[in-house]
């Protein structure tokens, strides 16, 4: 299935700005690979583990719904 054909939509482009932390900084926080971010971050992302969630949620201080939508 395309990227395109999901409705979610990942916010973690305005997370960062908010928190003024970088896709490189976030990653280094968390042990994810800064091409597994970007892919979130430019909507790519196919599926997130939870334990992934659960540290992306820890670092910037959010909630799944925070970083995560559904666009109708």
């Given at each position: 299935?395309?990227?395109?054909?999901?409705?979610?939509r990942?916010?973690?482009?305005?997370?960062?700005?908010?928190?003024?932390?970088?896709?490189?900084?976030?990653s280094?926080?968390?042990?994810?690979?800064?091409?597994?971010?970007?892919?979130l971050?430019?909507?790519?992302?196919r599926?997130?583990?939870?334990s992934?969630l659960?540290a992306?949620?820890?670092?910037?201080d959010?909630?799944?719904?925070?970083?995560?939508s559904v666009?109708?």
């Open positions: 299935m395309p990227p395109e054909d999901h409705r979610v990942c916010h973690l482009d305005e997370l960062l700005e908010a928190k003024g932390m970088t896709v490189t900084e976030l280094r926080r968390i042990g994810i690979t800064h091409a597994n971010l970007s892919a971050k430019n909507n790519r992302g599926a997130i583990r939870f992934t659960t992306l949620c820890d670092a910037l959010c909630a799944p719904g925070d970083l995560f666009r109708r």
